[in-house]
């Protein structure tokens, strides 16, 4: 029987190597760890607290991740379900702590829904008003959470 030291003598001594062959994805489908960095969900969030419809503090982990799969290509259709992710959860909590840390966005307590600050509104501007990916999948991003207010308001008044 070959011990564990052994083995690494003898494959070093071997020159033994192993061909990689990396295979070639024709659709990539994004999972759950792909987009939840903490800037781009900060983002998300100034967006969100720009718009006229303020959303509320509790439903913001949700809205976010709705946002996110209902308009960005890797994740529509998918089995993800980000507006129940518990991971995507935790990180807009960081997220939405960062940006009250640095008077990005106010929480007052009486309303239960996020305000953004002066400095807020000139990040996202500043983000929104260039043209490239990020100020494109934004725009994308913000149109879904209108979709997503005006869907659940209807579906408030029609029952």
């Known amino acids: 029987m070959m011990k564990f030291d052994e083995f690494f003598d003898r494959v070093?001594?071997?020159?033994l190597t192993l061909p990689a062959r990396p295979e070639v994805q024709t659709m990539h489908?994004?999972?759950n760890e792909a987009l939840?960095?903490?800037p781009l969900i900060a983002l998300?969030?100034?967006?969100?607290?720009?718009?006229?419809?303020?959303?509320?503090?509790?439903?913001?982990?949700?809205?976010?991740g709705e946002s996110i799969e209902?308009?960005?290509?890797?994740?529509?259709?998918?089995?993800q379900h980000l507006g129940w992710s518990a991971n995507l959860r935790v990180r807009t909590v960081k997220a939405?702590?960062?940006l009250e840390l640095t008077n990005l966005v106010e929480i007052p307590n009486r309303k239960a829904r996020i305000a953004i600050t002066e400095m807020g509104k000139r990040v996202i501007g500043k983000a929104?008003?260039?043209?490239?990916?990020?100020a494109?999948?934004?725009a994308k991003i913000g149109l879904a959470y209108r979709n997503i207010c005006v869907s659940r308001q209807l579906d408030l008044e029609l029952t």
């Open 12 to 15: 070093d001594q071997s020159k």
């Open 29 to 31: 489908l994004l999972g």
């Open 36 to 38: 939840f960095q903490l």
């Open 44 to 64: 998300i969030i100034l967006l969100m607290a720009k718009d006229r419809r303020k959303p509320k503090i509790a439903e913001i982990g949700q809205l976010v």
């Open 70 to 79: 209902a308009s960005l290509i890797g994740f529509k259709g998918s089995s």
């Open 96 to 98: 939405l702590n960062f």
């Open 128 to 134: 929104l008003e260039n043209d490239d990916d990020l």
């Open 136 to 138: 494109y999948n934004l």
